[in-house]
């Protein structure tokens, strides 16, 4: 069978431009193999219209409406692998292998949890990436920021930010990086304090945070945590080969959003350290407009149209 594109990964990138590409009836394939990224939250935020709806359910409303495109059909399939190349790539199913033109990525980022007792349990109800996601249901409760020193260069604006949010703010750094002194004076000044010792355990009561404990024995009551895991993309983007930026995000031109491989675009969470699922949405609308430019400019260069 021959798709003009295959979509891989059903979260809101792939959902998105699979409808944009619906609606501009192109033959699609949307393939998700699951788990998503944000399997482990209870409610999406912070996306219009759909604030607080059960990610599952935002998946289930994005699929039914693709069911009124007759030319796009969505698949619960794992993409093996790509090969081939602009107008016709191979795309490897679990199943069979089936022909495009042009191959969207939309495969989401995996978080790599931290190795801390309690964080995986925690991930999801306590422990958050973005306050903007999951921030006002939980204002003005005891919060802590578990800093790696990878995001040394974000703590201050981040801490600072974390007041609008709640008066009582921790940031962990596990002595894992210095704080310089003028940066701790500035988030001293706005009440926020500082653990340095490694943290060891998160307690918690019910499937909720209570607590940080340290290794000098210090427990520091705190109920909800922000932490950036790091991350890193799925095996058929690492097997690709496409060419990645410092920080391990998909490299695409800003317009086009096409990766190092001609034909091969990317949208999401793969592409950028702004991660969320209106951005998301909104990039994988962006890309299947300018695959459909391209495909139209195809026909009429081979004096099809
Ligand atoms: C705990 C948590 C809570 C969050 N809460 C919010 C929130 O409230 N609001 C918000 O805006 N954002 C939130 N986010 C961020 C949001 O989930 C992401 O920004 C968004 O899901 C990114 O969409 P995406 O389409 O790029 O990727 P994803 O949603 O991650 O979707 C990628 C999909 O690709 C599939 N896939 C990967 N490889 C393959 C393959 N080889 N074959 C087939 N399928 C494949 C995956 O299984 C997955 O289903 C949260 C994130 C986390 C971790």
Redesign the pocket.
């Known amino acids: 069978m021959l798709y003009d594109v295959v979509i891989?990964?059903?979260?809101?990138?792939?959902l998105s431009a699979a409808l944009a590409l619906g609606r501009a009836r192109k033959r699609v394939l949307l393939?998700?193999?699951?788990?998503?990224?944000?399997a482990?939250?209870e409610?999406?935020?912070?996306?219009v219209t759909r604030d607080g709806t059960p990610p599952g359910e935002f998946r289930q409303i994005g699929r039914r409406q693709l069911e009124g495109y007759p030319s796009v059909e969505a698949r619960d399939?794992?993409?093996e692998s790509i090969s081939g190349t602009r107008g016709a790539f191979r795309v490897e199913l679990t199943s069979e292998t089936v022909d495009a033109r042009r191959v969207l990525l939309?495969?989401?980022m995996i978080?790599e949890l931290l190795p801390i007792e309690g964080f995986r349990e925690l991930?999801?109800q306590s422990i958050?990436?973005?306050p903007y996601?999951?921030g006002w249901e939980v204002k003005d409760r005891r919060w802590g920021y578990l800093a790696r020193a990878a995001d040394a260069s974000h703590l201050l604006p981040f801490a600072l930010m974390a007041r609008g949010w709640t008066r009582d703010v921790v940031v962990f750094t596990s002595g894992a990086f210095d704080v310089p002194q003028e940066t701790r004076d500035r988030l001293e000044a706005a009440g926020i304090r500082f653990e340095t010792a490694p943290v060891t355990r998160l307690v918690a009561r019910e499937g909720r945070l209570e607590a940080v404990e340290l290794s000098n024995g210090t427990t520091v009551p705190c109920e909800v945590l922000y932490a950036h895991p790091p991350q890193r993309q799925?095996d058929?983007v690492r097997a690709l080969g496409v060419a990645l930026d410092d920080d391990g995000y998909v490299r695409v031109d800003a317009m086009k959003r096409e990766t190092s491989i001609p034909g091969i675009y990317a949208a999401?969470?793969?592409t950028t350290r702004m991660?969320?699922?209106?951005?998301?949405a909104s990039m994988g609308t962006q890309t299947a407009a300018m695959i459909n430019v391209e495909l139209t400019m195809e026909l009429v260069s081979s004096g099809a149209l």
């Open positions: 891989v990964g059903g979260g809101p990138g792939g393939c998700d193999s699951g788990p998503r990224r944000n482990a939250a409610h999406i935020h912070n996306f399939v794992r993409v939309c495969t989401g978080d991930w999801g958050f990436q973005c996601c999951h799925v058929l999401g969470d793969l991660q969320a699922a209106i951005a998301a």
